[in-house]
Structures are given as C-alpha cells and as structure tokens.
C-alpha cells in the first residue's frame, strides 16, 4: 500500500489547490498554497518539490535550492529529486 504524502488532510487540500492553480498558471496562487500546505505539515515532501518547481521557474535559484533541499530530506526517494 503507498504512504500518504501527508498525515494532514487541510495541508492536502492546500496542495491540491496549488497543483490546479499551477495547472493554470497562476504561479502566485500556488506558491501560496504550497507554502500554507507546508506551514500545516512541515514534514510534507511533496510540497517542498512542488514549491521548489515553482521557484525554479520563477529564477529564484536560492529558494529553489532550499525547497529541493528540504524535500530531499524529507523524502525516503531520492532519486526523484536529483539537482
């Protein structure tokens, strides 16, 4: 059975509006959202990447780099967060 990519539901649901907003381009929208997720769930992996993603883009290389950081840490699958 796969883990949860969080033990929140609130700091889910944050993450999921992010992905819709980043699915329609509203970057700021989902850095917000990607960020709320993680303020509820500290321990939350996949918002670090989404939000490391969003930073990329944007040219913010050292948020980026703390994001992806972060999100390595907290993932037990490293491979999928290769710099």
């Known amino acids: 059975m796969a883990q949860a990519p969080t033990?929140?539901?609130e700091a889910y649901k944050y993450y999921l509006q992010g992905n819709e907003n980043q699915r329609?381009?509203?970057f700021e929208d989902a850095r917000k959202?990607?960020?709320k997720a993680?303020?509820?769930d500290p321990q939350f992996a996949l918002a670090y990447y989404d939000l490391s993603s969003?930073?990329?883009?944007?040219?913010?290389?050292?948020?980026f780099r703390e994001a992806i950081t972060k999100a390595?840490?907290?993932s037990?699958?490293?491979t999928l967060f290769s710099i």
């Open 7 to 9: 033990v929140s539901m």
């Open 24 to 26: 329609k381009q509203y």
């Open 33 to 35: 959202d990607f960020e």
């Open 38 to 40: 993680i303020e509820l």
């Open 54 to 63: 969003l930073n990329q883009r944007s040219g913010n290389r050292p948020a």
């Open 72 to 74: 390595r840490e907290l």
């Open 76 to 78: 037990r699958i490293d």
